[in-house]
């Protein structure tokens, strides 16, 4: 039997795979022999910071980590993020019910709708942005609004453009800066604005602060919890995956207001059960690594950075260097669409992009770059743009 056809209507009404026809034109041109540089996920190319793998393989020989965890993590591994929380930003947190286990960010961020979002409610969402929340508000029977993010307003939503109506009806809004695509961050004056609406209008502000170690120029971003009033309406979002290239290891945490960490995990509880032990013990060793050791990894994104941006410029794209995250969101030359680009990339250059519209209609007109290979890539896709001048020749 087939049973596509009996698909539930919220898997019916997911947004089409973008990436497919991309994946199919990488798999022809491996196939006519082109030697393929990928720039197309945001997962980092090197290996986890060792001293977590050390830990990780001890963990793993105690027997007490082989039973079921507690589904909102492990007090220890809460308590190492409260005192991570508190050394880096400055923020005070209560482990025992201030900071929730996630098994990976993304697995907060898609569950949280389902414990707020009934049919009828809005959930405010990022555009072009991370597609996980929208899938959640989706799968809660919720109204996605979208707020567009604009290089003309900074890519940051236009607050007072949301109508009223729209306002009233919303239970969550996602925020997520630095920001994936755009690698934009957010000014001083902006986390206030939104807590003031959510404060307003009654609504849960979700952060996304998954970015929020990578960044350049010895600027680190805020907390958005560092902000007065944070912790009445919202919760923060936080992963270990890129900071410590751990995106394998399913390992992230949310934290801030209680009760909406107590709605996020009766979730919890009735659908999965917590992180392996070994993981939250390697994770702990992870949030207590000395800064130097994360300064360094910066420091090579940085490099790449300095040595692309400047590259892309020549071949004929328009960037602005971010100031945090590992993307490189590029405009394209007037009338090339994202797809085309995308296309052009692949098919000419060997140089797999993500099209911006691929996070959503306001990212028409930019690609999407990783900066997840090494110098010596990252050039040499340059030096194939150029040559081949894909975006100088109009
Ligand atoms: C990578 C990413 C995440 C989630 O990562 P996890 O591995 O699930 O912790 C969340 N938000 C954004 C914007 C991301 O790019």
Same mark, same amino acid.
């Given at each position: 039997?087939?049973?596509?056809?009996?698909?539930?209507?919220?898997?019916?009404?997911?947004?089409?795979?973008?990436?497919?026809?991309?994946?199919?034109?990488?798999?022809?041109?491996?196939?006519?022999?082109?030697?393929?540089?990928?720039?197309?996920?945001?997962?980092?190319?090197?290996?986890?910071?060792?001293?977590?793998?050390?830990?990780?393989?001890?963990?793993?020989?105690?027997?007490?980590?082989?039973?079921?965890?507690?589904?909102?993590?492990?007090?220890?591994?809460?308590?190492?993020?409260?005192?991570?929380?508190?050394?880096?930003?400055?923020?005070?947190?209560?482990?025992?019910?201030?900071?929730?286990?996630?098994?990976?960010?993304?697995?907060?961020?898609?569950?949280?709708?389902?414990?707020?979002?009934?049919?009828?409610?809005?959930?405010?969402?990022?555009?072009?942005?991370?597609?996980?929340?929208?899938?959640?508000?989706?799968?809660?029977?919720?109204?996605?609004?979208?707020?567009?993010?604009?290089?003309?307003?900074?890519?940051?939503?236009?607050?007072?453009?949301?109508?009223?109506?729209?306002?009233?009806?919303?239970?969550?809004?996602?925020?997520?800066?630095?920001?994936?695509?755009? /690698?934009?961050?957010?000014?001083?004056?902006?986390?206030?604005?939104?807590?003031?609406?959510?404060?307003?209008?009654?609504?849960?502000?979700?952060?996304?602060?998954?970015?929020?170690?990578?960044?350049?120029?010895?600027?680190?971003?805020?907390?958005?919890?560092?902000?007065?009033?944070?912790?009445?309406?919202?919760?923060?979002?936080?992963?270990?995956?890129?900071?410590?290239?751990?995106?394998?290891?399913?390992?992230?945490?949310?934290?801030?207001?209680?009760?909406?960490?107590?709605?996020?995990?009766?979730?919890?509880?009735?659908?999965?059960?917590?992180?392996?032990?070994?993981?939250?013990?390697?994770?702990?060793?992870?949030?207590?690594?000395?800064?130097?050791?994360?300064?360094?990894?910066? /420091?090579?994104?940085?490099?790449?950075?300095?040595?692309?941006?400047?590259?892309?410029?020549?071949?004929?794209?328009?960037?602005?260097?971010?100031?945090?995250?590992?993307?490189?969101?590029?405009?394209?030359?007037?009338?090339?669409?994202?797809?085309?680009?995308?296309?052009?990339?692949?098919?000419?250059?060997?140089?797999?992009?993500?099209?911006?519209?691929?996070?959503?209609?306001?990212?028409?007109?930019?690609?999407?770059?990783?900066?997840?290979?090494?110098?010596?890539?990252?050039?040499?896709?340059?030096?194939?743009?150029?040559?081949?001048?894909?975006?100088? /020749?109009?």
């Amino acid at each position: 039997m087939d049973f596509r056809n009996r698909w539930s209507s919220r898997i019916q009404s997911l947004p089409p795979y973008l990436f497919a026809r991309i994946d199919e034109k990488k798999r022809e041109a491996i196939a006519r022999g082109m030697d393929i540089i990928n720039l197309g996920i945001g997962d980092p190319d090197l290996p986890t910071l060792a001293p977590v793998v050390e830990s990780a393989k001890k963990a793993v020989g105690k027997p007490e980590h082989h039973q079921y965890p507690s589904y909102e993590g492990m007090l220890s591994f809460r308590e190492a993020v409260a005192g991570w929380y508190q050394r880096r930003f400055g923020v005070r947190l209560d482990p025992g019910k201030e900071v929730l286990g996630l098994i990976g960010s993304k697995e907060g961020i898609g569950h949280l709708p389902l414990a707020f979002v009934d049919p009828g409610d809005v959930v405010l969402v990022p555009e072009p942005g991370y597609p996980v929340y929208h899938a959640g508000t989706l799968f809660a029977g919720g109204t996605t609004h979208y707020m567009p993010i604009l290089e003309s307003n900074g890519y940051l939503p236009d607050l007072e453009a949301i109508p009223e109506s729209v306002y009233r009806k919303t239970k969550i809004m996602f925020l997520n800066y630095p920001n994936n695509p755009t /690698g934009a961050s957010a000014p001083d004056d902006f986390f206030p604005r939104a807590i003031e609406k959510a404060t307003r209008y009654g609504f849960i502000l979700a952060h996304d602060a998954a970015y929020s170690e990578i960044y350049y120029d010895n600027r680190p971003p805020k907390s958005f919890l560092s902000y007065p009033g944070a912790k009445d309406v919202g919760i923060e979002f936080h992963s270990l995956s890129k900071t410590y290239n751990m995106t394998g290891w399913r390992v992230g945490f949310a934290v801030g207001n209680a009760s909406v960490l107590a709605g996020l995990g009766m979730i919890k509880s009735n659908m999965d059960s917590g992180i392996f032990q070994a993981l939250q013990e390697a994770s702990i060793t992870a949030l207590s690594l000395p800064d130097a050791t994360l300064a360094e990894l910066r /420091g090579l994104y940085q490099k790449r950075r300095d040595a692309f941006v400047p590259g892309l410029v020549r071949a004929g794209l328009r960037v602005t260097p971010p100031g945090a995250s590992f993307y490189i969101w590029a405009g394209l030359p007037k009338g090339m669409s994202s797809e085309e680009a995308t296309l052009l990339l692949l098919d000419k250059a060997g140089i797999v992009s993500t099209p911006g519209t691929g996070f959503g209609k306001s990212g028409e007109g930019y690609v999407r770059f990783a900066l997840t290979v090494d110098e010596r890539r990252l050039m040499e896709a340059v030096s194939r743009m150029e040559k081949l001048a894909l975006f100088s /020749g109009r």
